[in-house]
């Protein structure tokens, strides 16, 4: 199975700003869609943001303007660049992605943003 490893996470201040990392275990060009997810004790895992192998992108409400999602094929890698960050923002990050041939969802380990003063 694909392997994503999810890095970047950490404790920042409220208007701080992190940039979150997953690599990939081989080529991303084969995934239709990746996404960053998501989730807070209590809540179910939230979609943040997405781009798909077009570069087409889609945000959380919530973060728009704030957060920034990217690709670099030549790393294997999707970034989560997210600024001016909130309390609320506190959660474990996850990364998603769709294998085109077969629609499979892979998932990372996820890492933990935590932000407060």
């Given at each position: 199975?694909?392997?994503?490893?999810?890095?970047?996470?950490?404790?920042?201040?409220?208007?701080?700003?992190?940039?979150?990392?997953?690599?990939?275990?081989?080529?991303?060009?084969?995934?239709?869609?990746?996404?960053?997810?998501?989730?807070?004790?209590?809540?179910?895992?939230?979609l943040?943001?997405?781009?798909?192998?077009?570069?087409?992108?889609?945000?959380?409400?919530?973060?728009?303007?704030?957060?920034?999602?990217?690709?670099?094929?030549?790393?294997?890698?999707?970034?989560l660049?997210?600024?001016?960050?909130?309390?609320?923002?506190?959660?474990?990050?996850?990364?998603?992605?769709?294998?085109?041939?077969?629609?499979?969802?892979c998932?990372?380990?996820?890492?933990?943003?935590?932000?407060?003063?």
């Amino acid at each position: 199975q694909v392997q994503l490893v999810e890095s970047g996470g950490g404790l920042v201040q409220p208007g701080g700003s992190l940039r979150l990392s997953c690599a990939a275990s081989g080529s991303i060009s084969r995934f239709i869609v990746m996404r960053w997810y998501r989730q807070t004790p209590g809540k179910q895992r939230d979609l943040v943001a997405a781009i798909t192998s077009g570069g087409t992108t889609n945000y959380k409400d919530s973060v728009k303007g704030r957060f920034t999602i990217s690709r670099d094929n030549a790393k294997n890698t999707v970034y989560l660049q997210m600024n001016s960050l909130k309390p609320e923002d506190t959660a474990v990050y996850y990364c998603n992605a769709v294998v085109q041939t077969t629609r499979t969802d892979c998932w990372g380990q996820g890492t933990q943003v935590t932000v407060s003063s």
